[in-house]
């Protein structure tokens, strides 16, 4: 069976549902085909949500810097309110409904599956050709990287999404990469009490992280100060040249060995 659009957009994350929409609301027949969420990873689980956990962690730094300043202060962080608002407001607990209902007001055919090419203008879909008269739009994003240590693929790993959709936080927390996000859910996790172990895998730390001030130190990527271990705010990270060589399952915990040091960091949770 073949159907025809003007436009097929293969993958609807933040870029494709751009392309989709305006295409759709230009008057254009268009076919999105999405097999996630649709709006991909920045409204369920990146910008949006990791910006509700920053602001959550942003005040319990603020409350932790009164005491010398303007009074006195006694911080008790709970991770409860932060989990219900990214569930309520944030997400819809992950559920595309408005999004996909949006796109289809504007005109637009919504297709949840995976898309393939299937010829010269073609996309097969859930046993569906659709062929496109005027183009094809390829979106189809990125999803995390997972890293060929030994014995990883046999611990319950999370990516940013798990951590994202955490209702009830680790005692110890291990974070493979120094990107945006790794470094956002480092200082969330930290500033609410989780000792935090961040690998980079590049020189971003080295040359992107100033050292730390004097005075009370909070949990935030700037005081993981270069070639340190250990540092005021219950984290550390492990400098680039030196990966993890090697990943131990022993419910209900983990050992992760970065080579360099004499201590394997256990997570658990």
Known sequence: MTERADVIVLGLGVGGEEVADTLAARGLNVVGIESNLLGGECPYYGCIPTKMMVRGDDLLAEGRRIPGVAGESSVTPDWGPVARRIRKEATDNWDDRVAVERFEKKGGRFVRGTGRLAGPGKVSVNGIVYEATRAIVIATGTSPAVPPIPGLREVPFWTNREAVKVERLPSTLAILGG??????????????????????????????MPTPSSGKGVPSPSTWTTGSRFVRTRCWWQPAGEPTSAISASRPSASIRPRGFSTPTTTSG
Not at 184 to 191: N, T, Y
Request: glycine fraction near 14%; include cysteine; charge should be negative.
């Open 179 to 208: 990107g945006a996000i790794g470094l956002e859910l480092g200082q969330v996790f930290a500033r609410f009490g989780v000792t935090c172990c961040a690998e980079m895998a590049s020189s971003f730390a080295s040359t992107s």
